[in-house]
């Protein structure tokens, strides 16, 4: 069984910085892509920032300059290091991830973590 375990999330000041991780344990062949979503309270899901396993990667308009992705393809984890947090950057962080299972990496599927609350602070 597939799971993706957040963690790195909590309570910051303006300005300040956090990093999340990601980790994804079971019969994991290799990832496509694992990312962040956020979801602020009555917003709907956006893509935050995401890095393909050949190291591609995308982030949302809000987040370039501010937010660095990166992943441990041996560990199957992805990290987001964010720096000069500001308060509209308050939500709930979800990782996702593009995985491939089985014995020759077959099967593609698609899995969310459980989410991790990011508070930013004015």
């Known amino acids: 069984q597939v799971q993706l375990v957040e963690s790195g999330g909590g309570l910051v000041q303006a300005g300040g910085s956090l990093r999340l991780s990601c980790a994804a344990s079971g019969s994991i062949f290799s990832f496509d892509a694992m990312g962040w979503y956020r979801q602020a309270p009555g917003k709907q899901r956006e893509l935050v920032a995401r890095?393909?396993?050949?190291?591609?990667?995308n982030y949302a308009d809000s987040v370039k300059d501010r937010f660095t992705i990166s992943r441990d393809i041996a560990k199957n984890t992805v990290y987001l290091r964010m720096n000069s947090l500001k308060p509209e950057d308050t939500a709930v962080y979800y990782c996702?991830?593009?995985?491939?299972?089985?014995?020759?990496?077959?099967?593609?599927?698609?899995?969310w973590g459980q989410g991790t609350q990011v508070t930013v602070s004015s």
């Open positions: 890095i393909t396993g050949g190291g591609t990667t």
């Open positions: 996702n991830a593009d995985l491939r299972l089985g014995r020759s990496g077959q099967t593609l599927s698609n899995y």
